[in-house]
């Protein structure tokens, strides 16, 4: 969402899930792909002439990471991941990949200064009337928060939100 707000032309959203790809495609996304297609690095790279500009992981796996890495264009290409695999699993990319100009950044935490971005992302998401509340899927109490956690671990929602009480 807050990418087609940016207007950005193409937006590639890539999951496992052809409902969470139906729904990105409502949100924005362009061109959708599930990433157990036998071919999905040939049709992206079809689709960009040659690799994305940009990819955004976010799957916290390093399958996922080096798929993304792999999506990306030569001299120039950039994958940021935002997620974080177990501690100890390792990322294999070719040395060559790297020295051909395509290039890696995690983040942690999103890497955000919220005194300063959320505002930002506040007048943007209100500038362009974005649904946020589309992702939603199921509240719970705070009492619930493992619940919570497992349905998301387990793909049963979207995003859950954790209600709590106010005294």
Known sequence: ???KALNLRTIIAVDISDEKLSLA?????????NSMSPN???DIQKLTDGGADRCIESAGKVTTI????????????????ASHPPDGEMIRIAPHELISGKSIEGSWGGASMPDQDIPIIHALFQKEDIPLGVLITKRYKLEDINEAFNDLETGQVFRPLIVMEHF
């Open 40 to 42: 999905i690095k040939q």
């Open 1 to 3: 969402m807050a990418l």
């Open 66 to 81: 080096e798929l993304g890495f792999s999506l990306i264009r030569k001299n120039g290409g950039k994958l940021l991941f």
């Open 25 to 33: 495609k409502e949100l924005g996304a362009t061109h959708i792909f």
